[in-house]
């Protein structure tokens, strides 16, 4: 990749240091992590976001504790405290709870705590990065198809929210097959919605495309439908946060919308998501995920970078307006042309899904 940098690292003295993802795109700033709660309000916060990064944050939390824990001498119930906080930090993305099953089960098979901790954790970051790649391989060929189909005019891509680098490790998962992509010369151009509230496509996948080179295109929410009816989108490219057994994808608040336009224009509307994110306990998307419901005010307050160069949060409606902030919705999957997995792609279906992953039957 054209970045050297990660989402998430360790230092020598084994604190952990991730992107302050609040600040871009104005400004770059390290957060250290030293306790389990540094990386619980890391992830409340939304100082680190993205179901795969905020998954590897909390595998770091149960290292961070396990280490508090020996160093200070805390009874064993310090731990599970830790880890309740840790379950408790965010409601919808499935992999913060795959993430710390994971290192529950490493540390009941260990005799050193404190090094299995460490390991598991540095291992799910690594296997992290490797599924995001895969992602990228197998969804490479529908851009180049389509780039085929156009005679070398760009490809039109149009995201949602950020499921790119800063939303996991390396490469993101959406994100992945477009750098592949650009990488073999193939011309792309990214539609990139805003995503309100906290605009996470303008602050960070405009923030990563330009780091990468990608051309792309900022444009507001509810643009997407007007942009495939003049045939201005060729595939649109989408993350989860969770996604069920029948194929029923949990995204950012507006990606069903985004389902609708496309369905409705005969657009390929695909899902990127590694194997984690699948919940195969859940069957039924619309009545089964839970919801996250922010606070109000970040659908009031706006924060950006004035011309005086100060960051700071702007009010945008009456002052005693009620907000309501729900931060996901649901897709269908009779909305979801596929599913790009580490493994390949699938169907958006029960059937699709254990065609690949026969291990979750």
């Known amino acids: 990749m054209s970045t050297n940098f990660r989402t998430i690292w360790t230092t020598p003295e084994r604190d952990i240091e991730v992107i302050d993802q609040r600040q871009l795109p104005h400004e770059f700033v390290v957060v250290k992590l030293k306790t389990y709660k540094d990386a619980d309000l890391a992830i409340r916060s939304m100082t680190v976001r993205g179901a795969p990064l905020i998954g590897a944050t909390a595998a770091y939390g149960v290292f961070l504790a396990v280490r508090e824990l020996i160093e200070k001498g805390h009874e064993g119930a310090f731990l599970d405290e830790a880890f309740s906080t840790l379950r408790a930090s965010r409601p919808t993305a499935v992999n913060l709870f795959w993430a710390l099953d994971r290192m529950q089960a490493a540390l009941d098979e260990a005799d050193d705590f404190l090094e299995a901790a460490w390991n598991e954790a540095n291992l799910i970051v690594e296997q992290d990065i490797e599924t995001c790649r895969l992602i990228g391989v197998h969804g490479l060929p529908l851009i180049e198809a389509i780039a085929a189909q156009k005679n070398g005019a ?200 254990l065609s690949l992953f026969p291990e979750f039957k």
């Open 154 to 353: 760009p490809v039109n891509i149009l995201t949602h929210c950020n499921a790119g680098m800063l939303g996991c490790i390396e490469w993101g998962t959406i994100t992945s097959p477009i750098y592949q992509a650009v990488q073999k010369g193939i011309e792309v151009h990214v539609w990139v919605d805003e995503t309100r509230p906290r605009n996470q496509g303008a602050n960070l996948t405009a923030y990563e495309l330009t780091k990468h080179g990608v051309k792309h295109t900022l444009v507001v929410d509810n643009t997407g439908g007007h942009l495939m009816q003049h045939g201005m989108v060729d595939l649109v490219i989408v993350g989860t946060d969770r996604t069920t057994r029948q194929g029923d994808v949990a995204n950012k608040i507006g990606t069903y919308l985004k389902a609708l336009a496309a369905k409705d224009n005969n657009i390929p509307f695909y899902v990127a998501l590694p194997s984690t994110t699948l919940d195969m306990e859940i069957n039924d998307g619309l009545r089964e995920i839970p919801i996250e419901e922010r606070d109000e005010n970040e659908v009031k307050y706006v924060i950006g970078k004035s011309k005086a160069g100060k960051i700071e949060p702007v009010l945008i409606c009456p002052e005693t307006t009620p907000a309501a902030n729900y931060g996901f919705d649901v897709t269908p999957a009779r909305l979801v042309s596929g599913l790009i997995t580490e493994r390949g792609i699938c169907e958006a279906s029960e059937k699709g899904i």
